[in-house]
C-alpha cells in the first residue's frame, strides 16, 4: 500500500500546470527528435539538456522534461524506419524489417499508428515493472558495501556493449578513457591535482554535461559538415500515408504479440548496458520463431512492427530501474538522464527513494501521463510528424550546434566550457568514424570517481587486503556476471549482426 500511497503522491507533483506543459513539450520534440534518423534519444536527450538548465527548472521538472523527450524519441524513431526504411535510431532497426514493406502496400498510416499502439503497450507495462521492481532492488540495495558497489560498477562497464556488440576491444577502450577523464581534478582525498595541467579551470573536474553535449550534439554537427548529406525528402514525398487506424482486426491478432514482447522487452532493459537495442532484436527474434508459422515475417506482417516496437519501448522502461534503483544506467540515454541528476546534486541509488521521493514518484508518474500523451499525439498527428523528414540537414544542424553553445553557456556563463565543448565535440566525431561507441565514455566520467571511492573504502577497511573485493557471495556473484557479459558478445555477438544484417536484406530484397 506504500507503494500506491508515493504513485498518489507522485501524481499530485506531477498533474500540476508546469509539469503537465514540460511533459507536453518534452513528448513533442522527442517524437520530433526521434524521427530524424541519426539522431535519436540520446542524442535528443543531450540536445536539449541545456534547454532545461536555461529554463532555470528544478530536478523533478527537469526529469520530467527530459524522460518525456526519451519516451518521445523512442515513439518517434519508428517514422522514419516505416516510410523510408532508414531507423531513425538503433532500436528502431528491427521496425524496419516489415514496416517498410506494409508502407509500400499503401499502409503506412496503419503501421504508423500500430507502431504507436505497440510503443505504448510496452511503455506503459514497463512503468508498472518499474514500479514493482525498484523498491525491491532498492532493499537489496542496501546490502552492497563499498566491495559490493564496486563489483557492480565493474559490471556495468563489461556488459555494456549488449549482445550485440561485435567489438568489445573498442568498448573496453572507450570506458577506459572515460575512466581516465574522471580522473581529472583535485583528488578528493590527498588534495593533490591529477592531469590538469596547471589549469585552475580544470581543479573541479569535467562537467558532465559539456561532456555529453559536445560528444553526442556536436559531434553530429561535425559528421554532417564531413558528409553534407542532403534530406530524403524525395523518398517521403513518394510515399502515401493511407488510412490512419489500423482495424481491430489488426489490432487484435497483434494484442498477444505486445504483450509477450512487452516483458521480453522490460526484461532485456533491467540488465545494465543491454538497452533498447536488445529489447527490440530479442522482441523480433522470438515473436518470429514462435508466430511466424506462413514466412509472413519481413514481408509486411502487422506482428512484425509491433513486436520490436513493444520491446523497444518496454526496454526504455526497463532501463530506468538500475538507474534509479543502483545508480547504474541500463542504457545510453539513462547515463545522460544519470547525469543530470548528478549535476542536480541528486545521487540515484538506494537512498533516492528515501531522500527524495519526491523526484522518484513524481517521475513515474509523469511517465503514466508521457505515455497518454505521447498516444493521443502519435495517431491523429501522424502526417504532421512525417513532415519532420522533409527538414533538410543543412537547416537542422546549425539550429543544432545554436542550442548546443547557447545552451551551455546559459549553463556555466564560461567561455572556457565552450572550449572544451568544442574539444568534445572533435574528439566524438574522430571515435565515431573508427566506431567507437561513445556512451562508455559517458559512463566512466560518470561513475569514475565513485568507482575510484568504493574501490578505495573497500581497501581501506580491510587493511590493505586486495581479496576483499572478491571476498563475499554477493560480490563474486557480480564479477561472474559481469565477466559472462564482457565474454558473451565476443562470442556469439559476430552470429547476432550477421542474423539482422540478414534478416534486413531478405526484407530489402523481398
Sequence with gaps: ??????????FAIALTWNNLWLALLGCFLGT??????????????????????????GATPSLILLTSVYYGAMYGGRISSILLNIPGDEPAMMTCLDGHPMAKKGLAGEALSLSGIASFVGAFLATWGLILLAPQLVKIALL????????????????????????????????????????????????????????????????????IVGLFALSEVFIFLEERHGSADADAKKLTIGRLYPPMSMIKETTPTMLRTSVLGFMAG??????????????????????DKEGTFGKGDPRGV??????????????????????VPGSGTTAVLLAVLLSLNITPGPLLFTQNPDVVWGLIAAL?????????????????????LLVPPRILMPVVAMVSFVGIYGISGSTFDLLVMIGFGVMGWVLRKFD????????????????????????????????????????????????????LPVVIGRRVTAKMRRDEEGAIQD
Excluded: C
Design 1 to 10: 500500500m506504500d507503494t500506491f500511497a508515493n504513485l498518489a503522491d507522485g
Design 32 to 57: 520530433i527528435m526521434g524521427a530524424l534518423p541519426g539522431l535519436g534519444p540520446s542524442n535528443g536527450v543531450a540536445i536539449l539538456i541545456p534547454l532545461a538548465f536555461t529554463m532555470g527548472l
Design 144 to 211: 552492497f558495501g563499498p566491495a559490493e558497489y564496486f563489483a557492480l560498477f565493474a559490471l556495468a562497464f563489461m556488459t555494456l556493449g549488449g549482445v550485440s556488440s561485435t567489438n568489445q576491444a573498442k568498448s573496453a577502450f572507450a570506458a577506459a578513457l572515460g575512466l581516465g577523464l574522471a580522473m581529472i581534478g583535485v583528488d578528493t582525498q590527498t588534495g593533490v591535482p591529477r592531469f590538469t595541467f596547471g589549469e585552475v579551470h580544470l581543479y573541479d573536474g569535467l562537467d558532465f554535461l559539456v561532456a
Design 270 to 291: 533491467v540488465l545494465p548496458g543491454a538497452g533498447a537495442s536488445l529489447g527490440s532484436f530479442i522482441s523480433y527474434s522470438f515473436e518470429k520463431r514462435l508466430v
Design 306 to 327: 509491433a513486436a520490436p516496437e513493444a520491446g523497444n519501448n518496454a526496454a526504455a522502461g526497463g532501463a530506468l530501474v538500475p538507474m534509479l534503483a543502483l545508480g
Design 368 to 388: 503514466f501521463i508521457a505515455n497518454f500523451m505521447l498516444l493521443a499525439l502519435n495517431i491523429p498527428m501522424v502526417g504532421l510528424f512525417t513532415r519532420v
Design 436 to 487: 567507437v561507441p561513445l556512451v562508455p565514455i559517458i559512463l566512466g566520467t560518470l561513475l569514475g570517481n565513485a568507482m575510484e571511492n568504493n574501490l578505495r573504502r573497500a581497501i581501506t577497511i580491510d587493511n590493505g587486503n586486495w581479496w576483499t573485493l572478491i571476498d563475499s557471495p554477493l560480490t563474486i556473484l557480480l564479477w561472474s556476471i559481469a565477466i559472462i557479459g564482457f565474454i
